[in-house]
Nanobody, 123 residues
Framework: QVQLVESGGGLVQAGGSLRLSCAAS????????MGWFRQAPGKEREFVAA????????YYTDSVKGRFTISRDNAKNTVYLQINSLKPEDTAVYYC????????????????WGQGTQVTVSS
């Protein structure tokens, strides 16, 4: 079992940056694909980015390409999401998740979820 705890969210002005972190428990973190999702009020949970177990492969949804960067440090059992050039439409609760599939993009393909961290972007 893997437990995930996100942090780093907050209130930021449009154009600003944040770095979200997701700390994982357990000794098998490096064997999991990790993903970030977000959910805005009244909307479905949306895939943002994923990174392979080694960190060698990444995948992003089109709306965040060039602004978001996913990375991981297996020695620290942590995955990160660097968010730059924030826009009001990025406002959402951001979740990290762990899965076994190759760069999964659907919530149902992930096994473990964190509790989320709120990102609010003011215009």
């Amino acid at each position: 079992q893997v437990q995930l705890v996100e942090s780093g969210g907050g209130l930021v002005q449009a154009g600003g940056s944040l770095r979200l972190s997701c700390a994982a428990s357990g000794r098998t973190f490096s064997s999991y694909t990790m993903g970030w999702f977000r959910q805005a009020p009244g909307k479905e949970r949306e895939f943002v980015a994923a990174i392979s177990w080694s960190g060698g492969n990444t995948y992003y949804t089109d709306s965040v390409k060039g602004r978001f960067t996913i990375s991981r440090d297996n020695a620290k059992n942590t995955v990160y999401l660097q968010i730059n050039s924030l826009k009001p439409e990025d406002t959402a609760v951001y979740y990290c998740a762990a899965g076994r599939m190759v760069l999964p993009r659907h919530p149902g393909e992930y096994l473990y979820w964190g509790q989320g961290t709120q990102v609010t972007v003011s215009s």
